[in-house]
Each structure stands twice: as C-alpha cells, then as structure tokens.
C-alpha cells in the first residue's frame, strides 16, 4: 500500500489531500480485511468488497462516500494488477449505492466571495490533476489492452467576470456561462500545441493565485484581448506554469 501511495504522490502528482482520502479509504478497507480474516490481498474477492461497502452503508457514510471507497479499491487493484501483484481486480464489477440528486444550494455573499477568491488557485490544481492522471493513462493504459490509445491533451485556465444563466424548476434545470474569460480559455489552450507546455494560464489566473504557493512560471506568449472597447482590451500574457 505504502508504494501505491508513493506512486500517486510522485509519479501521478495528485494533491496531498487527494493521496490523503485514498490512504483512508485503503486503511479502512485493510481493517476490515484484518477483521474478516482475510490473509492478504491476492485472496480479496468480489463479495468481501461488497460486504466492505454495505458495512459502510450501515454505518451511515453517504453514497458519495462509498463511490470514493469503491473507486479507491478499483484504482489500487489496478496497480496490483500492473505490478502483477494479484490476477485481477475483484472491486471492478461492484456498484455502490446511487447518491440522490439534489439542487444546489444558493450562496450568500460571503461565501461567494471566497468561492471567487479561492478559484484561479483550485483551477490550477485542478489541471495539474488532469494533466497528471493523463499522463499516467498513456503510461498504464488503466484497463484497456495494448495497442492503447495515446492522449494529448492541453489545459488553458482563464479567470475573469462571468454570467451564469440558470432556467428551470424543482425537477430539471439547465445553466449556461457567458463571459469574456470563457472565450479566453479555449484561446489559451491552443498555445499547448505550439509552446511544449501542456498547461497553461492568464496572467489575470496567475495573479489571482496563493502567492507562497511553490511555482514558477514562464511567459510563452499573448491572446488576443477582450475587445476593442475599453483600455481594458489589451492583449493578455500567456504563461507556462509548474510546481517548484
């Protein structure tokens, strides 16, 4: 388990908390095998993970809860499998507990500032988790047998003022983003294919961000501005930007 973690820290570059939730998941999920007598992982089976996930569900955890264990075990016997660990992976064909839909809740004014404060940082990370799992799918190929398909996929962040229009009722809604930062992101993206970086940023997103965060950035160029309206139009630098 220790290498798994290991692997998802440093090979796939997830966050710590992200590493953090699958180590809890796992650890519970070893307890339970201690507890059940299970002498070792080669020996887990379909049924001691469904019996894993309904003393969960007994226990009141959510089904949202109970997906993330179930992906976690999924995501760990795949490892296993790759390091030829175990034959298979016995948490594939298991299904938690649907989670009910709800409609989201309003935010007051509060909290949606320090939603808008928080975004350009949890965007980045975001990415760098995208570009992360990504790149470890063209290197393990997940569950797909060779030849594997190989992806190339670029990232563009952009962080500005926009207009979110949601119609509906109680049962069905729709919502649809307007704004200049959204034509700018698919702008920025398309520097990837050009710049050798697969991640890329607004200098408005690069200013936007924790800066004691540890990263370093390098300008690669400029989009074309909002407009032609105001001085506010300007072209908007363009930045590659890794962890330090």
Do not use: C
């Not at 070792?40 to 569900?57: D, K, L, N, P």
């Not at 993330?68 to 075990?73: C, D």
């Not at 404060?117 to 797909?144: K, M, S, T, Y």
């Amino acid at each position: 388990m220790e290498a798994y973690l290991a692997h998802l820290a440093q090979e796939r570059r997830l966050s710590p908390l992200t590493v953090a939730n699958y180590e809890r998941d796992l650890r519970a999920f070893q307890t339970f095998r201690t507890d059940q007598g299970i002498a070792s992982w080669e020996a887990v089976t379909a049924q001691h993970v469904r019996a894993f996930i309904a003393a969960g569900h007994r226990s009141g955890l959510s089904g949202r809860s109970l997906q993330r264990r179930l992906s976690s075990l999924r995501g760990f016997f795949n490892y296993l499998m790759r390091e030829e660990r175990v034959a298979g992976n016995p948490a594939q064909a298991v299904r938690a507990p649907k989670t009910p839909r709800r409609l989201p809740h309003t935010l007051d004014a509060d909290q949606t500032g320090q939603l808008l404060n928080e975004a350009p940082q949890d965007a980045l990370e975001a990415g760098f988790e995208i570009d992360a799992a990504v790149q470890a799918f063209n290197r393990d190929g997940g569950v797909l047998a060779p030849p594997r398909p190989v992806f190339d996929v670029g990232i563009g962040i952009s962080t500005g003022s926009v207009l979110v229009g949601t119609i509906g009722g109680d049962q069905h809604f729709a919502s649809s983003v307007f704004g200049e930062a959204v034509v700018e992101a698919p702008k920025i993206e398309k520097w990837t294919r050009s710049s050798g970086a697969r991640l890329l940023i607004s200098a408005p997103t690069r200013d936007g961000l924790d800066g004691a965060a540890p990263y370093t950035f390098r300008e690669v160029g400029q989009v074309a501005g909002r407009g032609d309206q105001s001085p506010e139009d300007e072209d908007v630098a363009v930045f590659a930007v890794e962890r330090s």
